[in-house]
């Protein structure tokens, strides 16, 4: 979106990925969603409604939207 100050862009831990800071938002164990900006555009990623997801997971699949652009 380029809403890039949407709710979903909440604090959380931030993971630097060469120029991209990925931010993971929500408990350590059950990871919400990942965010991060990149060309003037907020991107996320969420976790299933159950939170199967690790966060290592979780950061695995956003990296994957950076290599598919």
């Given at each position: ?12 831990h ?7 800071a ?48």
């Amino acid at each position: 979106t380029r809403f890039v100050d949407a709710p979903a862009a909440a604090p959380g831990h931030r993971v630097m990925e060469g120029d991209v800071a990925f931010t993971v938002v929500g408990p350590s164990g059950r990871p919400e969603r990942v965010w991060w900006k990149k060309d003037g555009l907020l991107w996320w990623v969420s976790n299933t409604l159950a939170s199967a997801l690790t966060a290592d997971e979780l950061l695995a699949v956003a990296r994957s939207c950076l290599s598919a652009e």
